[in-house]
């Protein structure tokens, strides 16, 4: 409907943007004409990311399990850029080990750690980064993705569910602690989207329907382009089955 | 008419003022004939009106003079309306209300049966007959959108507000059972749950004031429209909108935090 870039001028960071939910995002948020940084564990996938989002796109080669890397993260855009008015925080792993899903009994404490790491403090160590900077410009948009599974365990799935119920608690306390300054932190809770992480499940359990990573992106791309005065709580993107019995398959 | 919903039928009940109306014209200016139901009949020609001059066209529709507590009222309603314009492929549930009688709210204990059944009646099972009646249509041509508009009080009792709250969690409770059911022929149930918003509702609470901080019926209205625009492969599961509150802090904060903040404030 609207004619212009809304994202014009604004400065925008995606953790795990390299794949998945976070490349589409970074496509997404770049469409509606932020700058976009894009920033991966992995040097060369975030460089052939940012070529694919838009011309300009800078790439950071850090680590959202480093506390470090996260403060560079922040220190790099604010210095390319003069502000960091969007963080989408969509770093994540399904699984600390390769492998089947297991039991809880069978998995590590390294590949529980991982998950952690990654999905909790990862996003942790992101939001910290970034928020003195909005803090003092008394705005700013932050999106952490949780999941369905941050609401409901499933079986063999404990360190990723565990972690994304810490991304909503987490996201809820920032909420209610920044607003006061202008700050808007939301949470995603997407049922399950088609992206590479659904890899570490290995060839079993694929599902049938999935959204695309896309769909999550464009409501990403909604959520931080909301009016000032409101604010969407913890809304869950689930798949339309039309026609679907459950349990059907299809 | 062009937009995302050209050629589209939408029926809004509430739609005499507040957020129906509000929904009724951000649908038409989209491209959404409106069928604007509600029992006062001025006041639905104001809200064509209005939807009209937001489709900046003349765009098919109509008012409905309809109780939404009355079955044959809504057969009445679907019915006309697929004779008329030939579908339905939208249908915005936002009849409500907060309480019957005067008084402003009450103790459970002294609310009057007939207050509690007329909040349930109207609210609950209005919204049940609505859905009830469109859905036909919609099975038909294996496509609709549903949205029934409940509350944050559907997920969270208020004291003083239980005919209320019951009603919005029935609400509810009622489009998650009908969406597992609908969506088998293709008509995609939502549910949206809305903070306080700037309406006439609040005068139903008087002697209280209205809350402080209210979400403006154009955005509750916004919001409408993307649900039922959203690609036909996802669904929002009963997305909560509250305000977003910038303002003064609590007043324990300085003491805690004063110093930290006015650091911070220096520094950077």
């Not at chain 1, 599974?149 to 994304?164: E, F, N, P, T, V």
């Not at chain 1, 659904?198 to 060839?203: C, E, I, S, V, W």
């Not at chain 2, 009646?133 to 294996?142: E, N, W």
């Not at chain 2, 009080?153 to 059972?177: P, Q, R, T, V």
Request: glycine letters at 10%.
């Amino acid at each position: 409907m609207s004619g212009g870039a809304p994202l014009a001028g604004q400065s925008a960071i995606v953790t795990g943007g390299a794949g998945g939910i976070g490349l589409a995002t970074a496509q997404a948020l770049a469409r509606l004409g932020a700058a976009v940084t894009v920033v991966d564990v992995d040097a060369d996938r975030a460089r052939a990311a940012a070529a694919e989002v838009a011309p300009g796109t800078a790439a950071l080669a850090l680590d959202v399990t480093r506390a470090a890397d996260m403060e560079r993260m922040a220190a790099a855009v604010l210095e390319a850029h003069g502000r960091i008015d969007i963080l989408v925080a969509a770093a994540g792993v399904l699984r600390g080990e390769a492998g089947r899903p297991q039991m809880l009994h069978e998995t590590t404490a390294a590949a529980w750690d991982r998950v952690i790491d990654i999905n909790l403090t990862g996003t942790y160590f992101a939001n910290r980064a970034v928020l003195p900077a909005m803090l003092k410009a008394k705005s700013g948009n932050i999106v952490n993705l949780s999941s369905t599974s941050g609401k409901k365990g499933l079986a063999y799935d404990a360190a990723y569910c565990a972690s994304k119920f810490g991304v909503i608690g987490l996201s809820e306390s920032l909420a209610e602690e920044v607003r006061p300054q202008g700050v808007r932190v939301q949470v995603v809770l997407p049922e399950v989207v088609d992206t590479p992480m659904l890899a570490q499940n290995g060839p079993l359990f694929r599902p049938k329907e999935m959204l695309p990573a896309d769909r999550v992106a464009q409501f990403i791309a909604h959520l931080v382009t909301l009016p000032a005065g409101m604010v969407l709580v913890n809304p869950v993107l689930g798949v339309f089955r039309a026609g679907r019995r459950a349990g059907a398959g299809a | 008419m062009s937009g995302p919903l050209a050629g589209k039928v939408a029926i809004v009940t509430g739609a005499g003022g507040g957020i129906g109306r509000a929904t009724a014209r951000a649908l038409a200016r989209s491209g959404a004939a409106i069928v604007a139901v509600g029992r006062t009949p001025e006041r639905l020609e104001e809200t064509l009106a209005l939807a009209r001059d937001a489709a900046g066209a003349v765009a098919p529709g109509f008012a409905e003079t309809a109780d939404i507590t009355s079955e044959d009222d809504m057969r009445r309603m679907a019915e006309r309306t697929v004779e008329r314009l030939g579908r339905i492929d939208i249908l915005i549930a936002s009849a409500g209300i907060l309480r019957a009688a005067a008084g402003g709210p009450k103790p459970a204990v002294d609310t009057p049966i007939e207050e509690w059944t007329t909040v349930l009646r109207t609210n609950l099972r209005g919204t049940f007959l609505s859905n009830r009646a469109v859905l036909p249509a919609m099975m038909r041509q294996k496509s609709g959108d549903i949205v029934n508009v409940a509350s944050t009080s559907a997920l969270k009792g208020f004291a003083y507000d239980a005919a209320y709250c019951a009603s919005k969690f029935g609400i509810l409770g009622m489009s998650e059972a009908l969406h597992e059911e609908a969506r088998l022929s293709g008509v995609r149930v939502q549910t949206l749950l809305p903070g306080p918003v700037e309406t006439g509702i609040w005068e139903q609470n008087r002697p209280v004031p209205p809350p402080e901080k209210s979400l403006e019926v154009a955005q509750v209205a916004e919001t409408i429209l993307y649900l039922v625009t959203l690609p036909r492969d996802a669904v929002l599961h009963g997305p909560v909108m509250v305000p977003f509150r910038v303002h003064r802090r609590p007043a324990w904060r300085a003491a805690v935090l004063g110093g930290v903040a006015a650091t911070r404030g220096e520094s950077a």
